[in-house]
């Protein structure tokens, strides 16, 4: 009689993968989404086209990379989340060098759907489900620790290419960011181990933390499917537009450009303190109170700017950027709360492709009502904050009502 298998080994701890993955997705996020905003008028000066064309070849590869997202998912629930993220490697620098390359505006827009493969395969959604695949149930504190660590992406990515651009031009910064996915992001990815060969996820390991629901999740509903993905629609639409026109919206609300322009960078502490209060105080709770507060946070911040009137900017920065910054924990753990780790890739795909839709167009609508309604444009934004708290309500009904 042959001896019975031997178990999987445990998986890493979640400490040094993330640390790995973390630094990973900050290389890739610098160099992907936020590299047009200093990229974007070089470009355009030398390929004959406008500014606006760049963000427009960069909406497009948002919508690539939704459309690819929940394929990308399946993959990494039926395999290795390590080998889709080293796929979306290759992908970023073939995207990257041809940009690089780029003559005209055909060859740019084929660049930037190559990184919009590349997103829809390696960013956010792609990490938390490999995270998932790696740690079950008990990913949330991982999750958290990676939207931290990849938070840092533009505060060191803007200068970052500021520097390299005036250095070596906008190509040359193009090739800065392809040696540092090769010199920093790949040995870290390669570093990322394989998740175990089984069909359900892998027991916590010691240091893991639980999602906070304190019941195995039952099966997803189609209701509650539906109402997840209506929440990330409506908290999507804020995020993104009101980060596309933060400084706009401090000087509609009477901030001159040099004061707006330095109010909006507090919103980026004000989101790194909310991720360390979800790794503290706010792992002891179900993520259903994070995405509370995340909801509540742009409504909270719009009625102290038009209570206030330019007081209440501070506070309008404040509160909205702590409401942003548990917004990218809670696309990742909320999910995973209520429907478990099964399926989990496919499924968050999914839930955020409508979404990711909305909120490539987010900007532009944002934009038209400031630019034709001035403050009342954030009367669009604070309703739909409050739509997302009653969808929040809904899903805590529907979930007592399974128990």
């Known amino acids: ?44 000066r030398e390929l004959g086209t406008s500014p606006p064309m760049v963000f427009a070849a960069l909406s497009a590869a948002l919508l690539v990379g939704a459309l690819v997202s929940p394929w990308a998912g399946r993959r990494i629930d039926a395999g290795d989340g390590r080998r889709m993220l080293l796929r979306a490697w290759v992908l970023f620098v073939a995207g990257l060098a041809a940009l690089a390359g780029a003559q005209g505006l055909l060859t740019l827009w084929l660049a930037w759907a190559l990184l919009g493969l590349a997103m829809g395969c390696g960013l956010y959604d792609a990490a938390f489900a ?38 070596w031009g906008w190509r040359g910064a193009i090739g800065g960011w392809i040696a540092l996915h090769t010199l920093v992001a790949l040995p870290l990815l390669l570093s990322l181990p394989r998740a175990p060969a089984t069909a359900s996820p892998p027991p916590p390991p010691a240091d893991a933390t639980p ?41 509609v609300l009477g901030v001159p450009l040099a004061g707006a322009v330095a109010l909006a960078a507090l919103a980026g502490p004000a989101q790194v303190a909310a991720r360390l209060a979800e790794l503290g105080l706010l792992s002891r709770f179900s993520p259903l109170l994070a995405a509370r507060l995340a909801a509540a946070g742009h409504p ?80 669009l934004t604070a309703t739909l904050g409050l739509v997302a708290l009653l969808i929040l309500a809904l899903l805590r009904i529907d979930n007592h009502a399974r128990r």
Not at 14 to 26: F, I, K
Not at 139 to 162: E, Q, Y
Not at 227 to 251: D, E, K, R
């Open 1 to 44: 009689m042959s001896p019975p298998p031997a178990p999987p080994p445990a998986p890493r701890s979640p400490r040094t993968v993330v640390l790995a993955l973390g630094t990973a997705q900050a290389v890739a996020w610098a160099s992907s989404f936020y590299l047009p905003t200093l990229l974007a008028a070089p470009m355009a």
């Open 130 to 167: 490999t995270l998932v695949r790696l740690y079950g149930p008990a990913a949330r504190r991982a999750i958290s620790g990676i939207t931290l660590i990849a938070g840092f992406a533009s505060t060191v990515g803007w200068p970052l290419t500021a520097w390299m651009e005036a250095a």
């Open 211 to 251: 999602t906070g629901a304190a019941d195995t999740p039952a099966p997803a509903r189609p209701r509650q499917l539906l109402l997840v993905a209506l929440l990330f629609v409506c908290l999507g639409f804020v995020s993104t537009s009101v980060a596309t026109h933060l400084p706009a919206l401090l000087m």
């Open 300 to 379: 909270l911040a719009v009625l102290a700017a038009l209570g206030l009137g330019p007081a209440g900017a501070l506070p309008f920065v404040l509160l909205h950027g702590l409401g942003n910054g548990l917004l990218t924990i809670v696309r990742g753990t909320l999910p995973l709360a209520l429907f478990g780790a099964a399926g989990y890739g496919a499924r968050q795909g999914w839930i955020a492709l409508p979404g990711r839709l909305v909120g490539a167009a987010s900007p532009f609508v944002l934009g038209w009502l400031l630019e034709h309604h001035g403050r009342a444009a954030l009367g």
